[in-house]
C-alpha cells in the first residue's frame, strides 16, 4: 500500500512539475518580464549573466509566491478551493490575450551592471504579473506537501527560463519571427483547459 501511495506522490508531483513548466512559458511569451529580458540584453550584451540574474529573480520570486499558495489552501474553506483556483486560472487565460508593452527605463539600477539590474527589474517586474500570480493558482492547485509545491515552483522557475533565455540570446531575430498572438491564443486555451482539470480533479 505504501508503495503504491509513494507511487501517486511521485506521479502528482511529476504532474505539477511538467504543468508548471508548461503553463509559466507558454504565458511568458509576449510578457513584459520577455519584452523585459530582450532590453537587457539589448542593452548589456551579456546573456550569461542576465540568464543568472532571471534564474535568481524567478526562484525567489516564485518561491514566495508558492508557499503564499500553498498557505491560501489552509486558510480557505477546502469548498471553495476548486471554485477559487478554477477562476483565477480562467481570468489569466483573458489576462494573456491583452498584450503587454515594454518599459525601456532601466532607472537606477542600469549602474549595477547587467547581474544586478536583471536581478532587481526582473524581480520587481514579476511581482503581480501573470507568471507570478499562476504560480500562486499553481502552488494553491498542488498543495498537498512540501516536495508538490517544491515541484511547482521547479516548474514555473524552468518555464521562465525555457521562454527568456533564446530571447536573451537570440533576441531580437526571434521576437521578429514569433508569432506573438498565436501564443496568447494557446495560452489561453492552455489556462482554460487548467480550470476544467482543476473543477475536475478536485470537485
Request: charged share 15%.
Amino acid at each position: 500500500m505504501s508503495l503504491l501511495v509513494h507511487q501517486s506522490r511521485l506521479d502528482t508531483s511529476m504532474e505539477a512539475l511538467f504543468s508548471s513548466t508548461l503553463a509559466v512559458a507558454i504565458a511568458e511569451i509576449g510578457d513584459k518580464t520577455q519584452l523585459l529580458a530582450l532590453f537587457l540584453a539589448a542593452r548589456y550584451g551579456r546573456p550569461y549573466l542576465i540568464s543568472l540574474g532571471v534564474l535568481v529573480a524567478t526562484l525567489v520570486n516564485h518561491a514566495l509566491s508558492a508557499w503564499l499558495g500553498a498557505w491560501l489552501v489552509d486558510v480557505i474553506p477546502p469548498h471553495w478551493v476548486p471554485w477559487i483556483i478554477s477562476g483565477s486560472f480562467v481570468a489569466i487565460a483573458l489576462w494573456l490575450l491583452v498584450p503587454d508593452k515594454e518599459d525601456d527605463d532601466l532607472g537606477r539600477f542600469a549602474n549595477y551592471g547587467p547581474f544586478v539590474a536583471t536581478l532587481v527589474l526582473f524581480f520587481l517586474a514579476e511581482i503581480g504579473d501573470k507568471t507570478q500570480i499562476a504560480t500562486v493558482i499553481l502552488a494553491a492547485k498542488y498543495s498537498a506537501d512540501f516536495w508538490m509545491t517544491i515541484a511547482v515552483i521547479t516548474g514555473t522557475t524552468l518555464g521562465m527560463l525555457i521562454a527568456n533565455i533564446p530571447v536573451i540570446f537570440a533576441g531580437k531575430w526571434i521576437m521578429d519571427r514569433l508569432p506573438l498572438n498565436i501564443a496568447r491564443k494557446a495560452a489561453f486555451v492552455l489556462f482554460l483547459l487548467l480550470a476544467v482539470l482543476t473543477l475536475v480533479q478536485m470537485t
